[in-house]
């Protein structure tokens, strides 16, 4: 191969099928297009976190289904966001040299992989199958039955991860998704945690948000709520494909205590950023962070977090400009400012 112009450019040269995720935020294909625009750093990168890319791309070929690899890359960013020529050529380098591109280990000199949490690979291995029209894991039938509730929901102990995240994988096949529906009132918080997990990195309906959004509402009129699993329910929310339903569940949380918990507050701005473009949402967000317990290095990271995902900068600092805003906020934010013009 000769004249290599980039990773896709070499994927391509290779004659291999791809796709590209992101598995910084939530688990979601990234376009061909937007990943090349990326690369050749004509864009920011639209997910980052912690100033890094991180990337799950998956590579075929169209007839070797059984030979499929996936890279877990993560490239860090520069001030605007964007991946230099020099970390991109040094990797596509790597590729032409066969070097190993997997997680980096003691002795290892490659910069590049990463290994996700096992909740990610599950999910992740979940959506490759999925997309690749292989057959779900050993789990799969296992877990529809616990969601039909057969065995009865307090008999979650044996449910495997993986078959969780192939249903949410596969929620249209079958009755998988009215299952769900069917179960989320009745099920108990560790069955409940593993599917939000699951649920955060897919594209959900708005009978499924109308059913998760229930429960959160109950869970936020419980004497004894519990934030971890409110924070999950946001998470499962992320996806939805009703925004306007999520927002009104997200304006329920953001009304209520549990939103000054850092575990919701790491929810909303981690899984849920882009219902904070609305003037409101952002207010209202940032008022409870500043009342947060974990105090001002939480409040600094948190903005700081924000700062860096395009588009939303502009309704961030219209928010920490607003002349409406409480004295506690403002405090919060001389301090940020303080501290960062030392």
Not at 207 to 227: F, N
């Amino acid at each position: 191969m000769t004249n290599i112009s980039g990773i896709s450019d070499f994927l391509t040269q290779a004659g291999t099928e791809f796709k590209v995720f992101d598995l910084g935020r939530r688990i979601q294909e990234i376009s061909k297009e937007n990943f090349l625009a990326f690369e050749q750093g004509e864009i920011a990168y639209p997910y980052p976190l912690q100033q890094q890319s991180w990337l799950g791309i998956m590579v075929w070929h169209k007839d070797q289904l059984d030979d499929l690899v996936i890279w877990f890359v993560k490239f860090p960013l520069d001030a605007s966001g964007k991946l230099t020529s020099t970390i991109r050529d040094d990797f596509v380098y790597r590729l032409i040299n066969k070097e190993k591109i997997e997680a980096e280990s003691e002795g290892d000199t490659n910069p590049y992989g990463f290994k996700p949490k096992q909740e990610h690979m599950a999910t992740f291995h979940a959506r490759a199958s999925f997309i690749l029209n292989q057959d779900a894991s050993k789990f799969y039938a296992h877990a529809q039955d616990y969601f039909a509730g057969k065995p009865g929901y307090d008999q979650w102990a044996f449910v495997g991860f993986q078959g969780i995240a192939d249903i949410a994988a596969r929620l249209n096949e079958g009755d998988n998704q009215l299952h769900v529906i069917n179960a989320l009132p009745q099920l108990p918080d560790q069955p409940l945690e593993a599917l939000c997990q699951c649920l955060e990195h897919e594209r959900i309906s708005t009978e499924l948000t109308q059913a998760l959004g229930e429960r959160l509402a109950s869970e936020l009129k419980s004497s004894d709520a519990d934030s971890n699993i409110i924070s999950l329910l946001i998470r499962a929310l992320s996806g939805s494909e009703d925004s306007a339903l999520c927002s009104d569940y997200l304006q329920q949380v953001l009304r209520s205590e549990h939103a000054k918990h850092a575990e919701v507050i790491a929810s909303i701005s981690g899984r849920c950023w882009t219902y904070l473009n609305q003037t409101e949402m952002m207010h209202a967000f940032l008022e409870n962070l500043a009342q947060c317990p974990e105090g001002q290095e939480f409040f600094n990271l948190v903005i700081l977090d924000l700062v860096n995902i395009p588009g939303i900068q502009a309704t961030l600092n219209a928010a920490i400009r607003s002349p409406d805003r409480s004295a506690q906020l403002s405090r919060a934010i001389g301090e940020l400012f303080q501290q960062f013009t030392q």
